[in-house]
């Protein structure tokens, strides 16, 4: 009896966390299954024709063929991915510091960076944006990576993991003559791996789905990324809902094979496993 109560309880625990799942991820499969209709297929009908009776590619080969969503995949890949890189190598070098070394006014500093976090990205936009033109990085990848070349968030989780790495292995680093540099590439950053992976994830997403600062920056379309593509491609079409989803769905197509792909690498590593007693 106490058996059955358990997996009645479970299965209902279950039943709603999948009724949840479905209602969240509701928009996403209505984008997909728009983006597989053809044009004679009704696209809001809640009728048992909802799914598309004759699925076609054409609307994602209209797209591709039509507009230069190769230009705008090659740009956000490579913003995504120099966002990335210089985000983990500015973040690591100022959070190692923060977290391993002693001097005066660490905490202060540590507390003053974690406080920007607070500060709402539309206040800084228009000074960002004025020292980007005197800088001559308009239209210009580096223009676009600016604002993220390091981030508050990136620092702290850093310097959280940096904490958790045992004393032993740095002084042992030591002992052997390694520079500070040394010890913060070759000890540190292996022993902080799933913390890089993680804020790598958050970076790349946050890269590629950013629609705002480019917009601001750009605007010359050879240096559109993909939400600016998948805008302009709304407003040319007039609103086919068909050829719009196919965009949008070419645009996080790469984000979800990103995740799934490091994903397993997001797991806890026993930095300590070196260190014997």
Do not use: H
């Not at 070394?101 to 000074?127: C, D, H, K, W, Y």
């Not at 540099?181 to 790598?200: D, E, F, N, S």
């Amino acid at each position: 009896m106490l058996r059955l109560k358990y997996l009645t309880k479970i299965s209902i625990i279950y039943l709603i966390l999948l009724l949840i799942a479905l209602v969240m991820l509701f928009p996403l499969i209505w984008l997909v299954i728009t983006a597989f209709k053809s044009p004679t297929e009704d696209i809001f009908t809640v009728s048992w024709q909802w799914f598309p009776q004759r699925p076609t590619w054409n609307n994602f080969i209209t797209v591709w063929q039509n507009y230069p969503f190769g230009k705008y995949l090659w740009n956000s890949t490579v913003v995504a991915v120099l966002t990335v890189v210089l985000n983990l190598l500015f973040c690591s070098l100022a959070a190692y510091p923060l977290a391993r070394l002693n001097f005066g006014g660490r905490e202060l500093i540590f507390a003053s960076i974690v406080a920007t976090i607070m500060i709402p990205f539309q206040i800084v936009m228009i000074p960002l944006y004025i020292l980007t033109v005197q800088l001559g990085l308009r239209n210009t990848y580096l223009g676009i990576i600016f604002p993220s070349l390091a981030s508050a968030f990136g620092i702290f989780l850093l310097r959280q993991a940096f904490q958790g790495v045992p004393k032993e292995l740095e002084e042992a680093a030591r002992i052997d003559g390694c520079s500070e540099l040394g010890i913060w590439w070759y000890i540190m950053i292996p022993a902080v791996r799933p913390a890089l992976v993680t804020l790598a994830i958050f970076v790349f997403i946050g890269a590629w789905s950013d629609f705002l600062w480019p917009l601001i920056v750009l605007d010359r379309p050879e240096y559109y990324t993909l939400p600016l593509g998948v805008a302009k491609l709304a407003s040319a079409l007039d609103l086919d809902w068909r050829l719009i989803a196919a965009g949008s769905i070419i645009s996080i197509a790469p984000v979800l094979f990103l995740f799934v792909f490091v994903q397993r690498y997001i797991i806890p590593t026993d930095v300590g496993s070196g260190v014997k007693g």
